[in-house]
């Protein structure tokens, strides 16, 4: 497995709905440092998307202050067309809600967007890029 090198940094004002949730989306867990007296409250978390992406995050109130739950975005690129719409059915069950119907996009391949459980942005993306 390659280590990332960069990561998408979030805050959740329910840590262990967001961990429901991005397990959902396909992540996996490498690491979750809880509270010594509240478990509830996470003070780090890091998740691998794939082999060469990841999302850190903590609970709200926790660590770097300028980072508030529900205001990020973040693109997530699938395999392919098919595992756009699986993805989002998946996020949909866990929690989510359809900020964009699946469609294909100009500039090639298919995307949708969810909004996790706190507000977030999930864009759904099966262009890798150039």
Not at 87 to 107: I, M, Q, W
Request: hydrophobic share 45%; aromatic share 6%; net charge negative.
């Amino acid at each position: 497995m390659t280590t990332p090198q960069l990561y998408a940094c979030l805050r959740y004002r329910d840590a262990d709905a967001a961990l429901t949730f991005l397990h959902a989306l396909g992540f996996t867990e490498r690491l979750v440092v809880r509270d010594d007296t509240d478990a509830s409250v996470v003070h780090h978390a890091q998740l691998q998307w794939r082999d060469t992406g990841g999302v850190m995050f903590g609970s709200a109130g926790v660590g770097a202050d300028w980072i508030k739950p529900g205001n990020a975005t973040v693109n997530l690129v699938v395999a392919d067309d098919a595992e756009v719409d699986a993805v989002l059915a998946a996020g949909l069950a866990a929690g989510g809600r359809v900020l964009s119907e699946p469609d294909a996009a100009p500039h090639g391949g298919r995307n949708a967007a969810l909004a996790d459980p706190e507000g977030n942005a999930w864009n759904l993306d099966s262009y890798p890029g150039v």
